[in-house]
């Protein structure tokens, strides 16, 4: 007899019983802060790396983090979503030797790094390019059927510019 528990983890993703994101995108901003600690004395302020080497870091080792699903758990609500970007600019901060009063705004607009919004959307066109051009007819079909739902809720195919 399998037990009943209330959330599992399959290929690093995080589903609950209720099948949003919350558990999952939680982990992943834990995870992220956890790993943000441990590479302080390489990004940190104290670093002799120059911030091009440090933004490489951040791209290598903390993005990937919570990037990594980020295509299917796009659909999940702003809330969500807004909790994996606000500790993002705390790692740019460490990472850029910026003060508290510089905006998140500058922060990623200088460094040239996206909002997760963005890299979201990003990823989201990037895979749904991929399935117009599929040669597969099966694909085809599902690419229809995704027009053509009759559920009101929120996918990750009407993130789609």
């Known amino acids: 007899m399998l037990p009943h528990v209330e959330s599992v983890k399959y290929l690093g993703l995080h589903f609950d019983c209720k099948l949003n994101w919350k558990e999952h995108i939680a982990k992943k901003r834990k995870q992220t802060d956890l790993?943000?600690?441990?590479?302080?004395?390489?990004?940190?302020?104290?670093?002799?790396?120059?911030?091009?080497?440090?933004l490489l870091v951040?791209?290598?080792?903390?993005?990937p983090i919570w990037t990594y699903g980020i295509e299917l758990c796009g659909c999940a609500s702003k809330s969500s979503v807004a909790f994996i970007q606000r500790s993002e600019p705390k790692i740019l901060?460490?990472?850029?030797?910026?003060?508290?009063?510089v905006s998140n705004h500058i922060l990623h607009t200088?460094?040239?790094?996206?909002?997760?919004?963005?890299?979201?959307?990003?990823?989201?066109?990037?895979?749904?390019?991929?399935?117009?051009?599929?040669s597969n007819p099966p694909v085809?079909?599902?690419?229809?059927?995704?027009?053509?739902?009759?559920?009101k809720r929120r996918w990750t195919s009407d993130l789609q510019d």
């Not at 790993?35 to 670093?47: H, T």
């Not at 951040?58 to 993005?63: I, S």
């Open 35 to 54: 790993k943000a600690k441990e590479i302080n004395w390489l990004i940190g302020g104290n670093s002799n790396l120059s911030l091009e080497n440090k």
């Open 58 to 63: 951040y791209n290598a080792v903390t993005k």
């Open 93 to 101: 901060r460490t990472t850029a030797n910026a003060r508290r009063f």
């Open 110 to 134: 200088d460094l040239n790094i996206s909002y997760v919004s963005e890299v979201i959307n990003e990823r989201i066109n990037k895979r749904l390019n991929k399935l117009e051009s599929h």
């Open 140 to 151: 085809q079909t599902l690419k229809q059927q995704m027009r053509n739902r009759r559920l």
